[in-house]
T-cell receptor, first 110, second 112 residues
Framework: DQQVKQNSPSLSVQEGRISILNCDYT??????FLWYKKYPAEGPTFLIS?????DKNEDGRFTVFLNKSAKHLSLHIVPSQPGDSAVYFC?????????FGAGTTVTVRA | DAGVIQSPRHEVTEMGQEVTLRCKPI?????LFWYRQTMMRGLELLIY????????DSGMPEDRFSAKMPNASFSTLKIQPSEPRDSAVYFC??????????FGPGTRLTVL
């Protein structure tokens, strides 16, 4: 059973515009959420995270929002750049285990 | 630091053969994780170790899979015998705390 869901398999956005990626989860025991970015033939690399006690975390062009009541989080990338084209995974932590979503492939158009 | 190192990067084998995947975690990290990525199931945790001891192997698909960590700088994931449905990308990750896992580049396994 998928406890973490990314319902949009792909997203295409124009360079300079905002990219919004969404993630839903079902397990209320998750206490920490992360976004990973993955390029082809490489492992996932950490992008940004948020604790369940916060509702927003910002790091440069990347902002993650958490809505605990809706069990929903989102990643905003502003402005989008060509190097942002990659697969983005949402992950949620319980104890030491991470559960991952299926990923969203982002393509930034010039 | 060199990051998490995995070998081989690619492995092609025939059904029934034994396959061994290797991982060297980041020095100082005392948690090590093995993941498998497939189109059908996405990225799923197979097993994780703490201080070289297996803590949770509930994700290991069946007895054909085994993992060991003989010391703090080396771990193996073995499949014996291998089957075509084991074809996937296998990732190793390491961590020093509960918050962040660092992933290796992965091993792409193809079982013919």
């Amino acid at each position: 059973d998928q406890q973490v869901k990314q319902n949009s398999p792909s997203l295409s956005v124009q360079e300079g515009r905002i990219s919004i990626l969404n993630c839903d989860y079902t397990n209320s025991m998750f206490d920490y959420f992360l976004w990973y970015k993955k390029y082809p033939a490489e492992g996932p690399t950490f992008l940004i995270s948020i604790s369940s006690i916060k509702d927003k975390n910002e790091d440069g062009r990347f902002t993650v929002f958490l809505n605990k009541s809706a069990k929903h989080l989102s990643l905003h990338i502003v402005p989008s750049q060509p190097g942002d084209s990659a697969v983005y995974f949402c992950a949620a932590r319980y104890d030491y285990k991470l559960s991952f979503g299926a990923g969203t492939t982002v393509t930034v158009r010039a | 630091d060199a990051g998490v190192i995995q070998s081989p990067r690619h492995e092609v084998t025939e059904m029934g053969q034994e396959v061994t995947l290797r991982c060297k975690p980041i020095s100082g990290h005392d948690y090590l994780f093995w993941y498998r990525q497939t189109m059908m199931r996405g990225l799923e945790l197979l097993i994780y170790f703490n201080n070289n001891v297996p803590i949770d192997d509930s994700g290991m698909p069946e007895d054909r899979f085994s993992a060991k960590m003989p010391n703090a700088s080396f771990s193996t994931l073995k499949i014996q015998p291998s089957e075509p449905r084991d074809s996937a990308v296998y990732f190793c990750a390491s961590s020093s705390d509960r918050s962040l896992q660092f992933f290796g580049p992965g091993t792409r396994l193809t079982v013919l």
